[in-house]
């Protein structure tokens, strides 16, 4: 059974955020599409997150991490080695690739590899200038010349 959802109210009472709406939408299709591999991603700190792949079966040399403007793109490719014959073949070692959409001032910090799993930690720097800052509100009173000269 699948559920679908209906973002036409969101998308009439928001200004600006019809790429946050189109971004949900697509991660509720590409659950039924192919989760080759499986993934994690974790919060480790207020700006720090971490996203970790399972990929046994693959080394340091067979996947590529590319990092651009708003994206994360990760690619997996086994080299064509001798064949073999499996009794049992139950270690997917398929090609993949997995982007996943980086908000605004998110970078990759560094990737890893340890134990089957490839860990990229991400940091989150809003520059200076973006940060929200507190406007001062004037008071009402004008001087007594300025009003006068006003009604004059």
């Known amino acids: 059974m699948r559920t679908t959802f209906d973002f036409a109210p969101l998308w009439r009472s928001t200004i600006g955020f019809d790429h946050l709406a ?26 720090h997150y971490r996203i970790s792949l399972a990929v046994a079966g693959f080394g340091v040399d067979d996947i590529t991490v590319t990092a651009e403007q708003n994206a994360l793109t ?21 090609p993949f690739r997995r982007v996943f959409n980086l908000a605004d001032y998110v970078q990759v910090k560094q990737a890893s590899f340890r134990d089957g799993l490839l860990i990229i930690d991400l940091f989150r720097e809003v520059p200076e200038a973006m940060k929200p800052r507190r406007i001062q509100i004037g008071g009402g009173d004008f001087p007594a010349a300025q009003i006068e000269q006003k009604a004059a």
């Open 22 to 47: 189109d971004l949900v939408d697509s991660t509720l299709r590409q659950t039924t599409e192919d989760s080759y591999p499986p993934y994690n991603i974790e919060r480790s700190g207020e700006d």
């Open 74 to 94: 990760i690619e997996g490719r086994k080299p064509d080695g001798a064949a073999r014959e499996y009794l049992y073949h139950g270690i997917a070692a398929r």
